[in-house]
T-cell receptor, first 115, second 112 residues
Framework: DAGVIQSPRHEVTEMGQEVTLRCKPI?????LFWYRQTMMRGLELLIY????????DSGMPEDRFSAKMPNASFSTLKIQPSEPRDSAVYFC?????????????FGPGTRLTVT | GENVEQHPSTLSVQEGDSAVIKCTYS??????FPWYKQELGKGPQLIID?????GEKKDQRIAVTLNKTAKHFSLHITETQPEDSAVYFC???????????FGKGTHLIIQP
């Protein structure tokens, strides 16, 4: 079984450019989470979706960040315009939520560097 | 939001010895406590988890204990092996929320 798939694995961009990160959750999972990992702040939840609907985006840093989930097998996280402080590893995780099931499975991450 | 304190930040043990990592939390409504292992350049991997209605769970060399009264939970690894070297994160699910809150991580080093 394929796990969570993320692309690209590495992204280097210049300040001010638009960045789009992509995620394909595990087939059959109904919840998708975007996390960000930095040395200073550790792993932080940015936003999550249940059945393709955004439930909690309180972790999104600011309006430059947006996320979509147009269908059950695809999600994007967009940063526009990007800034050097956005440099981090961005992880997508998916889960089959319901009846006490809470396990989240992470993808390999996208390492973003903004110069 | 919930604050999860994880200790120690670095732990070095001799191969074959046991390792224990502890996390404390404040929200008594937290009901799910997973542990993740992260190797260099990879995503966090779920290794064991426990729910608030259970005090202990074991899976081969790995065990997790939960003390709801004291609000702490711990990861125990016995008979450590070189491949156990990694960063370990505790996490929890707050009551009423689906996202996880993570501790800052423990860098476990297994000395040969």
């Amino acid at each position: 079984d394929a796990g969570v798939i993320q692309s690209p694995r590495h992204e280097v961009t210049e300040m001010g450019q638009e960045v789009t990160l992509r995620c394909k959750p595990i087939s059959g999972h109904n919840s998708l989470f975007w996390y960000r990992q930095t040395m200073m702040r550790g792993l932080e939840l940015l936003i999550y979706f249940n059945n393709n609907v955004p439930i909690d985006d309180s972790g999104m840093p600011e309006d430059r960040f947006s996320a979509k989930m147009p269908n059950a097998s695809f999600s994007t996280l967009k940063i526009q315009p990007s800034e050097p402080r956005d440099s981090a590893v961005y992880f997508c995780a998916s889960s089959l939520m319901g009846q006490g099931d809470y396990e989240q499975y992470f993808g390999p991450g996208t390492r973003l560097t903004v110069t | 939001g919930e604050n999860v304190e994880q200790h120690p930040s670095t732990l070095s043990v001799q191969e074959g010895d046991s390792a224990v990592i502890k996390c404390t939390y404040s929200d008594s409504a937290s009901n799910y406590f997973p542990w993740y292992k992260q190797e260099l350049g990879k995503g966090p991997q779920l290794i064991i988890d426990i729910r608030s209605n259970v005090g202990e769970k074991k899976d081969q060399r790995i065990a997790v204990t939960l003390n709801k009264t004291a609000k702490h939970f711990s990861l125990h690894i016995t008979e450590t092996q070189p491949e156990d070297s990694a960063v370990y994160f505790c996490a929890l699910r707050e009551g009423g929320a689906d996202g996880l809150t993570f501790g800052k991580g423990t860098h476990l080093i297994i000395q040969p």
